[in-house]
């Protein structure tokens, strides 16, 4: 199985041009980038893929145990990278995948030249002289939460998200696999990243690192932009007007100029 | 006369369903009476700047903000998501969701449903759905271990002779085929057996228990494979088995660098052996078991010379269907002839391989495949 397949790898943007890699979070696939990756594709080689377990990756080449740690999923990044043998790349990385590509760059430092973190976290549950935002229980519960709506996204859900009356010209192609996820896969990769600990990481992180911090956002507060940024030497910080945890989405406009500003 | 129903005011307040509305970050700024109602907040408690994540139970709220706020961002439109709001006491109220968003104003509308009964009926039926997950997983081990039982674990090490066997279940090996093998010392050599009882499941894995520890037994008190295959087609008869097998049954002496193989097929297909250049079928074709009262049963002695492989294998190898095309004996033979000159455990494992490739890696029946080899 290709690594192109395995991970759903989209290539778009110019051949000759500094690698840009676009990495999606927990919850959906790489069509959370599908406005601000574009706005790169003038001058980088744009790279956008879908971890294993997620979107319209290959769910056979899923492994509870490939998959056990933040590490498994750093994996599918340097396998990428290593496939396209891509060098002083660019890696935006949304939510969890902050952190994937923060141990991917610390792996292979030469792969990368710089790290855009959206929203990371290094630790979602509370610790002593630490605010992550959640109790364990909190993530028990959204384990309980992803049940709930366990009947509805394998069998209801899909035909309801397929006909779109609102916008029709998303169609089917797009709707069928978005944020659409195997259950089972869906409540591993929930309870890896949730109750990840990748604090003692963030001092080795070898590359510039661009942080974008929302504000209200209550999957990766204020507190915890700010915890990354103290820890990660040499690290930018840029607290958005956007709002929530996904201003990919809410906000791709102000994304794309952080970005650019950085880069 | 203004009918009730025209009245779009009274439509919004009191509703059968709560209606909440917010700004695209989530900032609430309009609530019906009945959501109030639900919820029991007092007016103007959620629309002071609360934002409708707040609502939420925590686990929903990372829920909402990965999964739901994404979709509707996406598509402008999310339905039936189950959450939990919580209420101005404190307590929850089971819910399910659908949202518009529109762009002119930017506003998200959310329709509010209590979801209680549904909520707990879903329950069940997960709970159902898990225990039935768990009892499938239980049958699946079951039914592994039961198919490791078909086979021995090891087989015997003679002097001369290399053996070794090689099997493969059908599909994914969830359900419990029929094909076994086996091999032993006894007080003249070494004998072998291999079979496939017809169907799959707890009866015919039931028959294949009973037919290894039968030929097992026999193999002390009768001379003969043919013998040992009578006594075993007594057995089904007597035991009323109710289902019949095929099988190959062998015995192996010792002849200086030589071995003599007394061979016996019962409704089995015939061993190859490939000698030099040339691969040809051993045996004689004989009845299957647990049919008839009286069968009719041959013992072929053969010749093993160093350099011979012989084969022995059950239908699964040759039935196995790639489209509308047959696997077939030829396409055996062939890899048979080029592989002979591997070793006994090479030779096992490359027809393994090759049988479940051709059926795109998920065999329709069970494999099973010993092969003895006399080095060169």
Known sequence: MSVMVRNNVRITGRPDGRPMVFAHGFGCDQNMWRLVAPAF????RVVLFDYVGSGDSDLSAYSPERYSSL??????????????DLT????VGHSVSAMI?????????????????????????????????????????????LDSNYLGWSGAMAPVIMGNPERPELGAELTNSFCR????????FATVTFMSDNRADLSRVPVRCLILQCSEDVIAPVEVGTFVHKHIPGSELVLMRATGHCPNLSAPEETVSAIRAFL | MRAVEDD???????????YLSTLPDGTIVRVNRTLLELTGYDPGELTGGMRIQNLLAVGDRIFYETHFAPLLAMQSVVREIAVDVRRADGTRLPVLLNAVMRDDPGVIRFCVFAATDRREYERELLRARQHAERSEAEARELARTLQRSFIPPALPEIPGLQVAGAFRPAGRGDQVGGDFYDMYETVDGWELALGDVCGKGVEAAVVTS????????????????????????????SERAGRFLTAVYGQLAPAGHHFRLTVCLAGHPHPLRARGDAVGEIGRPGNVLGLLPRVRLT???VDLAPGDAVLFYTDGVVEGRRDEELYGEERLRRLLGASRAMGAAGIAEAVVNEAVAFQSGLPRDDIAVVVLKIPA
Do not use: W
Request: aromatic share 8%; proline share 6%.
């Open chain 1, 41 to 44: 594709e003038d001058d980088h």
């Open chain 1, 71 to 84: 590490q498994g999923y750093a994996q599918d990044i340097l396998d990428i990278c290593a496939e396209l």
């Open chain 1, 88 to 91: 002083d790349a660019v890696f």
């Open chain 1, 101 to 145: 590509g923060a141990l991917a760059a610390t792996r292979e430092p030469a792969r990368f030249g710089a790290l855009v973190m959206v929203g990371p976290s290094p630790r979602y549950i509370d610790d002593e002289g630490y605010v992550g935002g959640f109790t364990a229980a909190d993530i028990e519960e959204l384990l309980e939460s």
């Open chain 1, 181 to 188: 996820t195997d259950p089972d896969i869906a409540k591993r």
């Open chain 2, 8 to 18: 779009f005011e009274e439509l919004y307040e009191h509703a059968p369903c709560g």
């Open chain 2, 210 to 237: 009973l037919a290894r520890y039968t030929l097992r037994a026999a193999a002390i008190r009768e001379p003969s494979p043919s013998a040992v295959l009578s006594a075993l087609n007594r057995t089904l008869l």
């Open chain 2, 299 to 301: 013992d072929v002695d």
